[in-house]
């Protein structure tokens, strides 16, 4: 190991990467897509920003590869970086006229060359500053490296508070006001606000003052944290679990008041997110209690919800050739749940006796099945083909002789989370009772289960009949909330969001899955206006995660200890060991 | 001793029967009830057969239920094409299968990456009139590009997101193919455009061949051809050369494969690179039978050729080829044979429900696949 000498090799290596990387940004359109969307105002576009924070990311990462803590060779390894990294993105604007690379690639295009060199006529001239600003920002990444460790948390939490909250500025300032119309003055909000944001993203002076504030908060806790945590531990018993109680009611109570604060876009993606939980708690059964692989968890979800449809529906005849049932969302309700349950045992008898992979591939094969025979012309006169069921009753609630109607998402919010907290407090009673032991004897090991006496066929269709309720519940839902329901929104990368998200959260961890949902739901719902690139976010962070933390953000006791007891006994044979 | 065995038999098994049963009924009578739809009012049944093996020219039409027999040939040929193309595909699941007990979720991806770039080279060769005046040099660079892309997509994507996770829970590979694939997808329609694009139509294969007097649609005789060609030099490589040898022993034990003095990583890297060059070869085949290239292109391909793997017996390369070539064949004919004899409406829009179906059955009744070996419920 060379930990002492200045490796130029293995700078030039990252610098080389980082350059890469720039052109994949540049080329797959990062760089151009959100040029009029400013963090700070008429100072620092979001694509410009990914340029920087893509240098001071990988200026941290070679000062550690050398790790070497002195002040000049940091500095020396993040001017090389920059510039190197720099350079090869000032090729790419450099040939991508003459050698016409519009052709092949969409987004080499002049609106790409105009926003890297700042729309500068003499485009030599125009890339200076870009090379400057890059080598900048990997040089104060690769000095970060070398900083006292608490000094470098303070400036990190600086700027991701900066740059985040500048994101999503729209949604901070909407979240601002809300509060204050809560507390009857709507007016007070503005001044603050505009002092603050720009038109779009921070003004700088609200940059500035975020970032100082960021930064002694982070320091406070950084500092005086372990002590705050210390006194609480300290105290008796009882005060903790008066503690506890207090927050819990304090939790509860921004939970009803939430969407009223949120405004009806952010109560839209709670409802939202609320949704797939509810799903999550569902597969987690399935798939973190017992470890059966179900990748076409989609399928009773649409089950659920064209129960729902077809029953409630006012407008059923006009896609199909029933004429309208007309029931009301509560009567509708068990029967879409008691047909998923149905559908969850009739589909789990043929795969009973299959494992891992195999079991994921057909129930793959089942959720598209389900798909297409949605779509077809072959089930068009029940439940309405390509054109879906129209005009599917809204929730109401009896109340006083007359009835609320469930309409908006700040309303449906509360029928959402409760049965979300249902469903969390079924998955909680499950996990511990008698045929939650089994489900787990079975996940780690099929054989010894049934050897101490479970019926693996009882215990199976049990957890598939679970999940799948829970599944057509939230499908019930999802078609109450939207009215009308089509075959497209059933496909396979709902029953991918999912998994992922209990992944995501941590394998069989009920905390997990509500973590993995406002992960892998809300924030990708957040960042609607990155329509274009949500996937190719969401495919990256799959990979990361899973090559960087398998077990989740949350992850349940077990599946922990199992996956770094793997890393630490088997390490990976390399052929010079051979 | 049936006695014994009937009292063996559980619910499940007997509920498994049932709908053995059920599914060869249903396909069965659809069959006959399609090809029969072409009897005459009042006319019995044996005067039909008699009066279809006697007359030959006029009386075929009405024969072979609503279409003619060279209609059935069509399907069958353009089956066999396009069955050819997922038996290439097939071939990179199938030998990442047998290395590393995988599903590489995003072989459809290094399938689409191919044949979208190779486009490109197509396109452009079109333009310069190079594809018209030297096909034969042009469709070569073509294949070469598709093959090379998909190949070096294929390494990168084994060394970034699959090798540091060789040992984790079986979990972990398949999700983070998923996302791969997803993240595959997405460049590719970063970097290229998310509308579809034509592949252009080289002049030497418009037209017809005679084949035995069998007039075929040039183009579908040669996907149909190289693909056999690819498939053999693959079989060929796999076993008669050393590397082919070194793979097998990997499959059949890693630790003792790298007792052995056999560098178990460069293996795996050569089973990804061969395979995604099979996918590359038949993103191009794929660009000359349907004509159009996108960027979501390779998910329900790349299903069909893992179904395709499954069903000649994961792990095994001739299986593979049957598998594919007889879901191609069964996908063309399946919808008009049996589903519109079971008055399906349009039944053309459930051919992939028939492939979905096939490769459930298979997995439920024979997971061995048509050629595999058995497979301990262990190793699946």
Not at chain 1, 248 to 266: D, R, S
Not at chain 2, 27 to 37: A, E, H, K, R, Y
Not at chain 2, 261 to 287: E, H, K, N
Request: net charge positive; proline share 3%.
């Amino acid at each position: 190991m060379k930990t002492q000498t200045f490796d130029f090799k293995s700078v030039l290596k990252t610098s080389l990467l980082a350059g890469g990387i720039l052109i994949y940004l540049a080329l797959v359109g990062l760089l151009t897509a959100f040029l009029d969307r400013d963090i700070i105002y008429k100072t620092l576009s979001l694509s410009f920003a990914l340029v920087l924070i893509n240098n001071f990311v990988f200026g941290y990462i070679a000062a550690q590869h050398n790790s070497e803590h002195k002040w000049g060779t940091a500095i020396g390894i993040g001017v090389i970086l920059g510039i190197v990294s720099t350079a090869m993105l000032s090729v790419l604007v450099l040939i991508s006229e003459p050698l016409n690379m519009r052709e092949m690639f969409v987004n080499a295009s002049p609106t790409l060359v105009k926003a890297l060199t700042f729309e500068n006529e003499n485009i030599v001239q125009g890339l200076l500053p870009l090379v400057l600003m890059g080598t900048a920002s990997s040089v104060l990444g690769a000095v970060t490296f070398v900083l006292p460790p608490l000094w470098r948390k303070v400036l990190l939490a600086a700027l991701i508070a900066v740059l985040a909250i500048g994101t999503l500025e729209e949604l901070v300032s909407d979240v601002v006001t809300n509060i204050f119309k809560l507390f009857g003055n709507k007016r007070a909000a503005k001044p603050a606000l505009k002092f603050f944001f720009g038109r779009k993203g921070w003004s700088v002076n609200g940059a500035i003052i975020m970032f100082v504030a960021a930064a002694v908060g982070s320091y406070l806790w950084n500092w005086r944290g372990s002590v705050v945590k210390e006194k609480i531990g300290a105290l008796p018993k009882t005060a903790q679990r008066n503690l506890r109680i207090g927050t819990l009611i304090f939790l509860f109570a921004v939970a009803i008041f939430l969407p009223n604060i949120l405004g009806g876009y952010l109560s839209e993606i709670l409802v939202t997110v609320a949704i797939f939980t509810l799903m999550g708690f569902g597969l987690n059964i399935v798939v973190g209690f017992a470890g059966l692989l179900d990748l076409g968890y989609v399928a009773f979800f649409a089950i659920g919800a064209y129960t729902m449809g077809v029953l409630t529906s006012t407008q059923l005849s006009q896609t199909t050739e029933l004429v309208s049932f007309g029931w009301n969302f509560w009567a509708a309700l068990p029967i879409a749940v008691g047909m998923a349950v149905l559908w969850g045992i009739l589909l789990g008898v043929p795969v009973l006796r299959m494992r891992g992979d195999y079991l994921a591939i057909v129930t793959l094969g089942f959720g598209e099945i389900i798909r297409v025979l949605a779509l077809s012309n072959f089930l068009q006169p029940k439940i309405g083909g390509a054109q879906g069921i129209l005009g599917i009753a809204k929730p109401t609630i009896p109340w006083f002789g007359g009835a609320i109607v469930l309409k908006s998402s700040l309303e449906l919010y509360y029928l959402v989370v409760v049965a979300a907290a249902l469903a969390a407090f079924v998955s909680w009673r499950l996990r511990d009772s008698r045929a939650g032991r089994s489900w787990m004897a079975m996940r780690e090991d099929e054989d010894v289960a049934e050897a101490m006496g479970i019926n693996l066929i009882k215990t199976k269709l049990l957890a598939f009949a679970t999940g799948a309720g829970f599944s057509g519940l939230a499908g019930a839902i999802f078609a109450a909330k939207l009215t009308s329901i089509y075959p497209h929104s059933f496909n396979l990368l709902i029953s991918i969001n999912v998994l992922s998200l209990i992944i995501v959260g941590g394998v069989g961890s009920l905390p997990g899955v509500v973590v993995g949902g406002l992960v892998l739901v809300g924030l990708p719902e957040l960042l609607r206006e990155f329509s274009e690139f949500r996937m190719l976010i969401f495919g990256a962070l799959l990979v990361t995660m899973m090559l960087v933390k398998p077990e989740g953000f949350w992850p349940a006791a077990t599946q922990k200890r199992e996956l770094h007891a793997g890393d630490e006994v088997e390490p990976t044979p390399t052929p010079e060991a051979a | 001793m049936l006695n014994e065995r009937l009292r063996n038999l559980s619910v499940i098994d007997s509920l498994l029967w049932l709908l053995r049963a059920a599914i060869i009924v249903m396909v069965l009578w659809g069959t006959f009830v399609g090809l029969t739809s072409g009897r005459a009012d009042g006319e019995g049944m044996g005067q039909f057969i008699q009066r279809c093996t006697t007359q030959t020219d006029v009386g075929t039409i009405q024969c072979m239920g609503k279409y003619s027999a060279e209609t059935w040939r069509d399907f069958i040929i353009f089956g066999l094409a396009q069955g050819g193309i997922y038996a290439l595909i097939a071939l990179g699941y199938t030998l990442v299968y047998g290395v590393l007990f995988m599903i590489n979720f995003a072989h459809g991806e290094v399938f689409m990456s191919g044949a979208y770039t190779a486009f490109f080279v197509a396109n452009a060769f079109a333009k310069n009139g190079f594809l018209d005046s030297n096909p034969i040099v042009a469709l070569g660079i073509v294949l070469l590009v598709s093959m090379v892309t998909s190949t070096i997509i294929a390494i990168l994507l084994e060394r970034i997101a699959y090798r540091p996770l060789r040992r984790a829970p079986r979990l972990v590979p398949l999700i983070t193919a998923i996302g791969a694939s997803y993240f595959l997808q997405y460049t590719f329609r970063g970097l290229y455009g998310s509308g579809k694009k034509v592949y252009p139509d080289p002049a030497i294969l418009t037209g017809k061949w005679d084949i035995f007097g069998i007039p075929i649609l040039k183009t579908q005789v040669v996907v149909f051809v190289s693909a056999m060609v690819l498939m053999v030099v693959l079989y060929w490589f796999v076993q008669k050369t050393k590397t082919g040898k070194a793979m097998r022993a990997v499959a059949e034990d890693k630790d003792v494969a790298l007792l052995m003095g056999i560098d178990v990583d460069r293996v795996i890297v050569i089973t990804f690179a061969t395979g995604a060059a099979m996918a590359g070869a038949a993103g191009v085949l794929y660009g000359l039978l349907f004509k159009q290239v996108d960027f979501i292109m390779g998910f329900i391909p790349g299903i069909k050729a893992f179904t395709a793997a499954v069903l000649g017996g994961i792990g095994n390369i001739p299986g593979a080829m049957v598998g594919g070539l007889f879901l191609g064949v069964f996908e063309s004919v399946g919808p008009s044979l049996f589903l519109e004899g079971l008055g399906v409406p349009a039944a053309y829009q459930l051919k992939d429900v028939i492939a979905f179906t096939m490769l459930v059955l298979v997995l439920i009744f024979r997971p061995s696949g048509i050629l595999g070996e058995t497979l301990s419920e262990k190793k699946a």
